[in-house]
Antibody, heavy 123, light 106 residues
Framework: QVQLVESGGRLAQPGRSLRLSCAAS????????MTWVRQAPGKGPEWVAA????????YYADSVEGRFTISRDNSKSSLSLEMNGLRTEDTGVYYC????????????????WGQGTLVTVSS | DIQLTQSPSFLSASVGDRVTITCRAS??????LAWYQQKPGKAPKLLMY???TLQSGVPSRFSGSGSGTEFTLTISSLQPEDFASYYC????????FGGGTKVEIK
């Protein structure tokens, strides 16, 4: 079955950098777009960034554009999120999710999610 | 960005009740809307997409309707496992989520 496992979340100071990873298994990774969604404590989900199945297109929320970079390594079935210039408002649980309704498409319907990794930005 | 407003924010109901949650978009999004269920400490789970298409494995007591700016999620007969938070999400451009509806036991 589809499995997504995030890692890399921790406490970081404002202005510092952090790299999150997501290991995928149970499906043909290079057939699907992937995304990062975050959720601040007690708040609803917020879409952060997405990448097409082949890595040729990246999409970002305005709140992270220019600071975060999404990438993927299809040979290793892995997804990453490089976060620079962290702000306190970046605090939350970060989920990787599969854009899984249609292969090779970016539809933003997220049918499989990891368990999340907690990022806390505080001095 | 397109804003989504869910109502109510909190809903108290009993097992067997029919429950309806509304999601309003700040502009026309056609039928580009999904619904998710989230339980405490867990990731969201996709219930519905393209407004009314039931995701595989989701019980048929869940249904969705609407188009344009107004959408509804209906649970025809609330079950114990349905007590959770529900979020709508629009995908007409950069995706955004609604503020959520928490369904609690009456």
């Amino acid at each position: 079955q589809v499995q997504l496992v995030e890692s890399g979340g921790r406490l970081a100071q404002p202005g510092r950098s952090l790299r999150l990873s997501c290991a995928a298994s149970g499906f043909t990774f290079n057939n699907y777009g992937m995304t990062w969604v975050r959720q601040a404590p007690g708040k609803g989900p917020e879409w952060v960034a997405a990448i097409s199945h082949d890595g040729s297109h990246e999409y970002y929320a305005d709140s992270v554009e220019g600071r975060f970079t999404i990438s993927r390594d299809n040979s290793k079935s892995s997804l990453s999120l490089e976060m620079n210039g962290l702000r306190t408002e970046d605090t939350g649980v970060y989920y990787c999710a599969r854009d899984g309704i249609e292969p090779w498409s970016t539809l933003y319907y997220f049918d499989s999610w990891g368990q999340g990794t907690l990022v806390t930005v505080s001095s | 960005d397109i804003q989504l407003t869910q109502s109510p924010s909190f809903l108290s109901a009993s097992v067997g009740d029919r429950v309806t949650i509304t999601c309003r978009a700040s502009q026309d999004i056609s039928r580009y809307l999904a619904w998710y269920q989230q339980k405490p400490g867990k990731a969201p789970k996709l219930l519905m997409y393209v407004a009314s298409t039931l995701q595989s494995g989701v019980p048929s007591r869940f249904s969705g309707s609407g188009s344009g700016t107004e959408f509804t999620l209906t649970i025809s007969s609330l079950q114990p496992e349905d007590f959770a938070s529900y979020y709508c999400q629009q995908v007409n451009g950069n995706p955004t989520f609604g503020g959520g509806t928490k369904v609690e036991i009456k």
